[in-house]
């Protein structure tokens, strides 16, 4: 098939390029001619909340990736859309995740379906986002209606696709792993690379720092005198996209700041592996979630996890299987963390994330879309 792909992808940085691009190449692997479209202007820098929008690493090889499409720019949706349609691709894939998009994404389409040829599958990360706006549902609702076929990553989100059309075809088909960023490295070379020492287990919070993500619940959590002794840390790693001084307050409250390494910044691809080699858990203490790219990375490095009870974690990972589902309570979390450290199961738990996994493979997500047209 002729496919082409709509969304973030190199030049620009994150889990939504990185998806794009895996996804192309799963794609192509079986044969199927792909372009990805991505941005020319992804976000005006006024609103984008991060240092930049674009990736250190290098490109990616052997994809076709064109930047064509301005995302404030009316004008540039016709166009963008009218140069789409006129190639003919028999299938369009485009990630939904932000109603800020909507009418963007939704102009494009309503272009290429005018051939009366393309059919439109989305994969909707947040149909209703986190954080919410107003007019996120004009939006939304703009967007989805040249959409032919729906695939959610998690239950929730098939919910939230259900309440706005009950008519068109949509399926559950959960985020494969993010196998796309090199093999896992001995606990050694991961700690020499990261000047972490040795003699202390480590967890992790991995990802960009926002409110829901409940950094805060980690910290007051991490506070339980319980840890004190026994030489445990907490990394948190990764760029704030909320206000710092909330978190940095908090961890001046509890006298954690010499149990607590921060790297505030972006984590290249290149990086992620040491980050994930290096921890003993990945601690995901969600307020709300529909599902984490977290969690497929954490998996990819087989990785035990501790994740709050919200949207489709708790389906991601099974309690006591792959780690501890919690509430979202610091004394909660804080009686996983210890168990985790105590009870010793990280040798069954990652005996089961070997298993477990295997739902998750970008050749099913690949038959799920193919499928679906």
């Not at 102009?107 to 909707?124: A, D, G």
Request: hydrophobic share 40%; with cysteine.
């Amino acid at each position: 098939m002729k496919i082409a792909i709509i969304g973030s992808a190199y030049p620009f940085r994150g889990g939504l390029a990185t998806y794009n691009e895996r996804l192309a190449e799963e794609l192509m692997s079986k044969g199927h001619d792909v372009i990805i479209y991505t941005f020319s202007l992804q976000y005006p820098n006024f609103l984008f909340p991060g240092k930049t929008q674009y990736s250190e690493d290098d490109s990616p090889e052997n994809l076709k990736i064109v930047q064509l499409i301005n995302s404030i720019n009316p004008f540039n949706w016709i166009s963008s859309g009218n140069k789409i349609k006129k190639t003919k691709p028999d299938l369009v894939i485009i990630k939904f995740w932000i109603p800020f998009m909507g009418a963007c994404f939704g102009t494009i389409l309503r272009r290429i379906k005018s051939n009366k040829f393309t059919k439109v599958v989305t994969i909707v990360d947040n149909l209703i986002p986190h954080e919410s706006r107003i007019g996120d549902r004009i939006l939304t609702k703009y967007f989805i209606r040249p959409v032919d076929k729906f695939i959610a990553m998690s239950n929730n989100v098939l919910k939230e696709i259900e309440s706005l059309d009950t008519v068109k075809p949509k399926i559950l088909s959960p985020h494969p792993i993010f196998d796309n960023f090199g093999d896992p490295v001995s606990k050694e070379e991961a700690h020499r690379k990261l000047g972490l020492s040795p003699e202390y287990k480590y967890l992790l919070f991995f990802g960009l720092i926002r409110d829901y993500k409940g950094l805060d619940l980690l910290i007051e959590a991490f506070a339980d005198k319980r840890f004190r002794n026994q030489k445990i840390k907490l990394i948190i790693a990764g760029e704030y996209y909320s206000d710092k001084s909330k978190y940095i307050n908090l961890i001046q409250q509890y006298h954690l700041a010499e149990d607590i390494i921060q790297v505030d910044k972006f984590i290249l691809n290149s990086d992620i592996k040491f980050y994930f080699s290096a921890a003993d858990v990945v601690v995901q203490p969600y307020k709300s979630a529909t599902q984490s790219g977290v969690t497929q990375i954490a998996y990819h490095f087989n990785k035990p996890m501790i994740v709050t009870n919200v949207g489709g974690l708790p389906q991601m990972c099974p309690n006591e299987k792959v780690g501890y589902v919690v509430a979202p309570k610091p004394n909660e979390i804080a009686d996983a963390i210890f168990n985790f450290f105590n009870i010793h199961h990280q040798e069954k738990f990652i005996a089961n994330i070997i298993e477990e996994k295997k739902k998750y493979s970008w050749d099913i997500l690949v038959s799920n879309i193919i499928n679906q047209v």
